[in-house]
Nanobody, 114 residues
Framework: VQLQASGGGLVQAGGSLTLSCVAS????????MGWYRQAPGKQRELVAT???????NYGDSVKGRFTISRDNAKRTIYLRMNSLKPEDTGDYYC?????????WGQGTQVTVSS
């Protein structure tokens, strides 16, 4: 499985960005995809995940501001990020998990200026 993330960039506090991640390869229909992020000097943390059936889970720090969605036909997940804060700055990684295996994409950098 290969994951290609895109959509990161520089944005002012209060602004919005949308990240995308396209999965390719042997995709199992029952899977969980999501986003994790890592700020400099910090551990990687959960941002949001979504199952192939549409069930989602959010990290506490992004609830109410971020929305995860997916298009199974396009093998793509999206992360709409609103009301961005400087503490949202970091590398955002796309993930895919199924059948006990987990895969990571390359990070896409998000920088929120104050």
């Amino acid at each position: 499985v290969q994951l290609q993330a895109s959509g990161g960039g520089l944005v002012q506090a209060g602004g919005s960005l949308t990240l995308s991640c396209v999965a390719s390869g042997d995709i199992f229909r029952g899977n969980v995809m999501g986003w994790y992020r890592q700020a400099p000097g910090k551990q990687r943390e959960l941002v949001a995940t979504i199952t192939s059936g549409g069930n989602f889970n959010y990290g506490d720090s992004v609830k109410g501001r971020f929305t995860i969605s997916r298009d199974n036909a396009k093998r793509t997940i999206y992360l709409r990020m609103n009301s961005l804060k400087p503490e949202d700055t970091g590398d955002y990684y796309c993930s895919y998990a199924a059948l006990g295996y987990a895969y990571w994409g390359q990070g896409t950098q998000v920088t929120v200026s104050s």
